[in-house]
């Protein structure tokens, strides 16, 4: 009997895990969403308000998206980063992330290198899905004597952190999946995959 309740247990347990991870995922992105605005709007109006931070957040990060796109926006925002570059500490941080952005999301003539990749990391053996960025500074490349090169391992669930690694170019294996599949892939801890390799893209040369 015992061994009839662990088997249906196991099987149970099983079928509702990709439903569980869903459920944990979402509840973890509405409480991270919520919590960005929601805390400030709380000590506003002296009570918090389930859901309100995260409605006010995707209306910010829409109206931020439309005045990016028209000039008097960017002109604004390039205002900003101005005033930011003067602001020890807070400069060095928020040009870090944003070279990051820029190099896996932004940049146009980049696309060799905006590309999904598989790493052997943290050690020979283990595998991790990574994001490669740029060749390695040519003091590193001259030191190693070998073409490196830099690629990003994004953290699970928040891939916005993440780790350096510098890769010899022969170890590094690109993915032809894109990078929102890639993202997707991390964040979710593997649950959600590609269904289906992408149409064959045209040969790229080794780095």
């Excluded at 005045?67 to 604004?76: P, V, Y």
């Excluded at 146009?108 to 960025?133: H, M, N, Q």
Aim: hydrophobic residues 50%; aromatic residues 12%.
């Amino acid at each position: 009997m015992w061994q009839k309740f662990s088997a249906y247990f196991l099987r149970g347990l099983f079928t509702l895990l990709p439903l569980l991870v869903t459920i944990w995922l979402l509840y973890f992105m509405f409480n991270f969403l919520d919590s960005i605005l929601g805390n400030i709007i709380a000590l506003i109006i002296g009570r918090h308000i389930p859901g309100l931070g995260l409605i006010i957040t995707l209306v910010t990060v829409f109206l931020v998206g439309f005045f990016a796109t028209h000039i008097i926006g960017a002109k604004l925002f390039q205002f900003g980063e101005e005033i930011l570059s003067r602001v020890p500490i807070v400069k060095s941080i928020y040009f870090a992330v944003k070279q990051i952005n820029d190099a896996l999301f932004i940049q146009k003539s980049a696309d060799e290198y905006r590309r999904a990749c598989l790493v052997e990391y943290p050690r020979k053996g283990l595998w991790s899905i990574g994001f490669i960025t740029s060749d390695a500074a040519t003091e590193i490349e001259a030191k190693i004597k070998e073409k490196m090169i830099n690629v990003f391992v994004a953290n699970t669930p928040t891939p916005a952190t993440g780790f350096l690694v510098l890769v010899p170019a022969r170890e590094v294996i690109l993915l032809d999946m894109k990078i929102d599949d890639a993202f997707k892939y991390v964040v979710s801890g593997g649950v959600l995959k590609p269904e289906a390799l992408p149409p064959e893209m045209p040969p790229k040369k080794d780095h």
